[in-house]
Nanobody, 125 residues
Framework: QVQLEESGGGLVQPGGSLRLSCTAS????????MGWFRQAPGKEREFVIA???????TRTSDSVRGRFTISRDNANTVTLQMSSLKPEDTAVYYC???????????????????WGKGTLVIVSS
């Protein structure tokens, strides 16, 4: 069982930037892939971005491509850098980890096994 702890959420103005961090309790195969999902009010949870253990491979959803980046700081820590934030980016952001990830055309199709409790990001003036 991998425990994930997120930090860095808060209130930011449209066009602003915010950084989220996530630390996993386990740096083994269950954390080969780490990434982020989000859930806006009244909507289903959606995939945002993910990164491999080496940091060489990333997967990004179309909705955030060019604005969000992810980095693998070490075996069990990732950072999500969000820029040019929009009100529609308002959501609870969940860190996720798993041995693998399956995506197609920026859409998540499975593989991640663990989620954190989430951190709230509000984009508003």
């Amino acid at each position: 069982q991998v425990q994930l702890e997120e930090s860095g959420g808060g209130l930011v103005q449209p066009g602003g930037s915010l950084r989220l961090s996530c630390t996993a309790s386990d740096s083994g195969p269950s954390a080969n892939i780490m990434g982020w999902f989000r859930q806006a009010p009244g909507k289903e949870r959606e995939f945002v971005i993910a990164i491999s253990r080496s940091g060489n491979n990333t997967r990004t959803s179309d909705s955030v491509r060019g604005r969000f980046t992810i980095s693998r700081d070490n075996a069990n820590t990732v950072t999500l850098q969000m820029s040019s934030l929009k009100p529609e980016d308002t959501a609870v952001y969940y860190c996720s980890a798993g041995p693998r990830i399956v995506t197609m055309d920026g859409q998540y199709h499975g593989g991640m096994e663990y989620w954190g409790k989430g951190t709230l990001v509000i984009v508003s003036s």
